[in-house]
């Protein structure tokens, strides 16, 4: 039988044939890469308010830490907890709740640098990582001003809800190394701030 005129080299096809095995193949490894994407960017977010979760935080440290020794630089840690949040889930409803903590992410990243990274630690507990920052007079700026920013607050059906929070800092390398030191410090020096009572809890615009 004679070979057909269009046949490639040793094909009994014409030319082309492979062409849309090859797309299907190079579609199915893109989109396989982008699954794959989607389960780590799952694995390290939190699902609630979209913050990143405790494994993405430690991860993160650990990266500041290395560019801090390379470039001689400073970085901090600031913890926020919520002060009076079980009332709100009590008495509003974990919707409201639930809304609050989202907010106060939103909040928290329109107060810091794409360099910087917000985390969801615990139910009502949020660490903010400050990437490069001057020392613990920046720290405390950056953290005052994320304060500021929570007490304006938001807008949530016909309500004003100003979110107060006490807060604790620590700064590497003066106050610890490792992660775990890092934390506790600025744990233990949120609850200082916690037990002088200075800020009330999350509240509408009327309380």
């Known amino acids: 039988m004679k070979p057909d005129a269009d046949a490639g080299p040793g094909m009994g096809h014409p030319v082309g044939y492979a062409a849309p095995i090859l797309e299907r193949t190079v579609f199915f ?17 939190d699902g609630l308010t979209g913050a990143a979760n405790r494994m ?37 409803g974990h919707a409201v709740g639930d809304a609050v903590l989202v907010n106060l992410v939103r909040i928290a990243k329109q107060g810091t640098r794409d360099s910087d990274l917000v985390a969801r630690i615990g139910g009502d507990e949020f660490v903010i990582v ?13 953290a005052e001003n994320i304060r500021h920013r929570l007490l304006q607050g938001f807008d949530l059906d016909g309500e004003r809800f100003a979110i107060n929070a006490s807060i604790g800092i620590s700064v590497w390398p003066e106050d610890g190394d490792t992660s775990d030191e890092l ?16 800020h009330a809890s999350v509240s509408t615009a009327g309380a």
């Open 56 to 92: 993405a935080m430690l991860e993160f440290i650990t990266s500041a830490r290395r560019r801090a020794q390379r470039h001689g630089r400073q970085f901090a840690l600031v913890l926020l907890d919520l002060d009076g949040f079980k009332a709100i889930n009590d008495e509003r």
């Open 130 to 142: 400050l990437d490069d920052i001057a020392g613990r007079d920046g720290a405390l700026k950056s």
């Open 29 to 45: 490894a893109i989109e396989r890469r982008k699954a794959q994407a989607e389960l780590i960017r799952m694995a390290l977010t």
């Open 183 to 198: 934390l506790a410090v600025a744990d233990a020096s949120m609850y200082r701030e916690k037990r002088s009572a200075r």
